[in-house]
C-alpha cells in the first residue's frame, strides 16, 4: 500500500524558514511525479510546488516562487520543501502528492489536485505575526 508521510511542520515566526519533508514507501518513487499543495481553514486545496521524476523541472505558485524550493532524493524516497520568508498566509496544512503521467501531460496538470493519484496525511503549518 502506497504510503506518503509528510513531516516537518511546526509554528514560526513570520521571515522565518521552515523545511517539510516526504517519505514515499511501497511507490516507485523516481518514475512519480511529485507536488506539494496547502489547504488553509475555510479555503480549497491549492498549489504550491511540483516537480518532475528526474528532477531537472519544477513548477511553482506565483504566491510562493522565489521563497519556496521543492526538491527531491530519489536514493531515499523523499521530497523536500524548503519554505524562506515565511508569511501569515502560508499558514495551512500541507500535502505532499505523487502522480504517474508522461512529461508533456504533467507539464500542462502539475497544479490539479486532481491529477493526483497518492496523497499523504498532511502537515500542519503556522506562521505567526
Known amino acids: 500500500q502506497v504510503q506518503l508521510v509528510e513531516s516537518g511542520g511546526g509554528l514560526v515566526q513570520a521571515g522565518g524558514s521552515l523545511r517539510l519533508s516526504c517519505a514515499a514507501s511501497?511507490?516507485?518513487?523516481?518514475?512519480?511525479?511529485m507536488g506539494w499543495f496547502r489547504q488553509a481553514p475555510g479555503k480549497e486545496r491549492e498549489f504550491v510546488a511540483a516537480?518532475?521524476?528526474?528532477?531537472?523541472?519544477?513548477y511553482y505558485a506565483d504566491s510562493v516562487k522565489g521563497r519556496f524550493t521543492i526538491s527531491r532524493d530519489n536514493a531515499k524516497n523523499t521530497l523536500n520543501l524548503q519554505m524562506n520568508s515565511l508569511k501569515p498566509d502560508d499558514t495551512a496544512v500541507y500535502y505532499c502528492?505523487?502522480?504517474?503521467?508522461?512529461?508533456?501531460?504533467?507539464?500542462?496538470?502539475?497544479?490539479?489536485?486532481?491529477?493526483?493519484?497518492?496523497w499523504g496525511q498532511g502537515t500542519q503549518v503556522t506562521v505567526s505575526s
Open positions: 502528492a505523487a502522480t504517474y503521467k508522461n512529461a508533456l501531460s504533467y507539464s500542462r496538470t502539475y497544479y490539479a489536485t486532481n491529477e493526483y493519484n497518492y
Open positions: 516537480i518532475t521524476p528526474s528532477g531537472s523541472i519544477t
Open positions: 511501497e511507490l516507485t518513487f523516481r518514475v512519480y511525479s
